[in-house]
């Protein structure tokens, strides 16, 4: 049986950007889904009854949201290629806190390149 791996996302957010620069880096085939911020999909409000706001990856029917959280079980469940977070855990605990103090900020044209990366810092 063939993964499904479905991620729903807005073309804009630099934190969908964050999650299909991830796919990419770790070879996962996927769906790309766009939704609309504005008038919300029936598939985003059932996966993210919560928040009902992108990105979301939908594996094998299960959700799993908020970007940092997906970049990181991407990492988890695709461990064949390489790493996106460092192995040390005091510079994993930096890249994480980069990764979401960059995240809080604005949503510019440019932003996104600052985020993708978890791994680099």
Known sequence: ???????????????????????????????????????????LLKMNPVKKQVPVLIHNGKPVCESTIIVEYIDEVWKTKSPLLPSDPYKRAQARFWANFRGQEDEGPNSSLCTVGLGSW
Do not use: C, H, T
């Not at 770790?26 to 598939?43: A, F, I």
């Open 1 to 43: 049986m063939a993964e499904e791996v479905v991620l729903l996302a807005f073309w804009f957010s630099q934190f969908a950007a964050r999650v299909k620069i991830s796919l990419a880096e770790k070879g996962v085939e996927y769906e790309y889904r766009e939704d609309n911020r504005w008038d919300k999909s029936p598939l």
